[in-house]
Each structure stands twice: as C-alpha cells, then as structure tokens.
Nanobody, 123 residues
Framework: QVPLAESGGGSVQPGGSLILSCAASALAYSRYCVGWFRQVPGKEREGVAAIDSRGQTTYADSVRGRAAISKDNAGNTNLYLDNLKPEDTGMYYC??????????????????WGQGTQVNVSS
C-alpha cells in the first residue's frame, strides 16, 4: 500500500482557492508530523505548511494568511489555499516524519513522501 496519497490538485485562476488532501496509512509510527511541500522544475523543494501530532502548525512566509492545514475525522491532512497566485504553481507533495517531531518545514526531516499532485495557477 502507498503510505501517502495526495489529491485535489488542478488548474485554478489567480485569486481562487484549492483544497489539497493527504491520506496517510501504514506508517511506521503512531504519531508523526505531516507536511506539504511544493516544487517547480529547476528549483529546490519548498515547505508550505505542516501540522504535528499536538496540532501545532507552521507556515511558509509566502503563504502565511492564505493557507490553513488541518486534519479531518477520516484522518486526512488537508491544505486549504486561498487567494492563489501564479507563484503558487508547482507539484505539491505530502510528507510525514518517521517520528513524533514538532511541526517543521525542513524537508530532510521527512521520511515518507507521496507521489505529488500538480497545481497550476494561471489566468
């Protein structure tokens, strides 16, 4: 089984919104941090938002005030993105840590990664 599976990506106009969802299963740890990252070809992967087992969250400066990360009753980790900008375009990845880490946007602290879902923001 795939430990992490993203969904919700697509094409949206600037100023619009998207909800990305991450389903996590069969992970090695009962408690862990889940983060969302994005990447454009030729650029480094950028942390967007993360939430840990205690409900603590952290956001990148580029999306602060426009993003919200949360968990639902089904165990999914959702990323709500509002007022989307062209620079929000990229492949979005869901990732989880191998232990109960505090919310972090440092990519190397994450051990499991999904396959990604593409987000394109353009008019």
């Amino acid at each position: 089984q795939v430990p992490l599976a993203e969904s919700g990506g697509g094409s949206v106009q600037p100023g619009g919104s998207l909800i990305l969802s991450c389903a996590a299963s069969a992970l090695a740890y009962s408690r862990y941090c889940v983060g969302w990252f994005r990447q454009v070809p030729g650029k480094e992967r950028e942390g967007v938002a993360a939430i840990d087992s205690r409900g603590q969250t952290t956001y990148a400066d580029s999306v602060r005030g426009r993003a919200a990360i949360s968990k639902d009753n089904a165990g999914n980790t959702n990323l709500y993105l509002d007022n989307l900008k062209p620079e929000d375009t990229g492949m979005y990845y869901c990732a989880s840590t191998r232990g109960d880490l505090d919310a972090t946007l440092i990519a190397w602290k994450y051990g499991y990664w999904g396959q990604g879902t593409q987000v394109n923001v353009s008019s």
